[in-house]
């Protein structure tokens, strides 16, 4: 998801706050997901979308996710593989040109809608959805809502692994026989999650890492509220990162880990023209 860095934000406590027009975060009656009890390996999972970004390198005025593939906004997509995988309570952040997505969204039922009216991060968006994540005491899937090729099978993957094995934080992975531009998944010696190291930070030993992170995590609600103020945006691009809740779930010695089990079709991201070109195909071939 495109950000816009801001140079006054120093910490999470100075962030803006999930809101609404009238202050709150916008919410749909309650339904699947809500009142299930801690520890309970089988509580409903809900999701978190990220959708606040623009399209500027897509050569449209649209938000990302409205850029149609197919002639559908590519994230209702991602919506009905996040359905389909059973999640019930989705929680789409918006941003740039709000109306329009949920203006576009209205026939997608029990869709909650939380504000992050600053850009400041990937972190940053997910603590504006503080509110929702309060009351859930699941897993909590969250995902890019500009990755149209998301697959129900990975979703379930990773949320029975979650549940089985009582994980904090699980990431889908891959591996990518071009991991150019990725995050790359570090693991000891023993095989063993480490951490995600992105590749201008990535020694020339760990740019040859295959396995890659596709944004695409499964948390455990109370364990990532736990930890959602701990991460700080003293980087070059002055932002909240999404990929720091793992190391901070480490560092509290809970359960984290990275599962490759998404499809190599999950790997084809849209930046460009010709990469939603090449989307579409897949989509066709497909059957989508």
């Known amino acids: 998801m495109t950000t816009n860095p801001s140079p006054d934000a120093t910490n999470p406590a100075s962030a803006p706050r999930p809101s609404t027009p009238n202050g709150s975060v916008s919410a749909a009656p309650q339904?699947?997901?809500?009142?299930?009890?801690?520890?309970?390996?089988?509580?409903?999972?809900?999701?978190?979308?990220?959708?606040?970004?623009?399209g500027t390198r897509m050569q449209t005025d649209l938000p990302k996710v409205l850029v149609p593939a197919l002639g559908r906004p590519i994230i209702t997509y991602v919506l009905d593989s996040l359905r389909e995988a059973g999640v019930g309570r989705i929680t789409v952040v918006v941003g740039y040109r709000q109306e329009l997505v949920r203006e576009a969204l209205a026939a997608y039922p029990d869709l909650d809608f939380a504000e992050q009216t600053q850009q400041l991060g990937t972190g940053?968006?997910?603590?504006?959805?503080?509110?929702t994540l309060e009351p859930h005491q699941g897993p909590v899937v969250i995902v890019a809502g500009d990755s149209p090729m998301l697959q129900a099978a990975s979703i379930n993957k990773l949320l029975e692994t979650t549940r089985q094995q009582s994980m904090a934080c699980l990431l889908g992975t891959l591996h990518s026989p071009d991991p150019t531009g990725l995050g790359r998944i570090v693991r000891d010696p023993d095989g063993r999650f480490t951490g995600i190291v992105e590749e201008k930070d990535a020694t020339e030993q760990q740019r040859k890492i295959t396995e890659v992170n596709m944004s695409t995590y499964v948390f455990d609600a109370p364990a990532l509220l736990g930890?959602?103020?701990?991460?700080?945006?003293?980087?070059?691009?002055?932002?909240?990162?999404?990929?720091?809740?793992?190391?901070?779930?480490?560092d509290q010695g809970l359960r984290v880990d990275a599962l490759p089990v998404l499809q190599p079709i999950e790997a084809l991201s849209i930046n460009t023209m010709e990469?939603?070109?090449?989307?579409?195909?897949?989509?066709q071939n497909a059957n989508r």
Do not use: F, W
């Open 31 to 54: 339904g699947i997901g809500e009142g299930s009890q801690a520890g309970n390996g089988t509580a409903p999972a809900m999701a978190i979308v990220l959708a606040a970004g623009k």
């Open 124 to 131: 940053h968006a997910v603590m504006c959805c503080r509110s």
């Open 227 to 250: 930890v959602l103020d701990s991460i700080d945006n003293r980087n070059q691009q002055g932002e909240y990162y999404l990929t720091d809740y793992p190391a901070k779930l480490l």
């Open 275 to 283: 990469q939603l070109a090449a989307v579409e195909v897949a989509m």
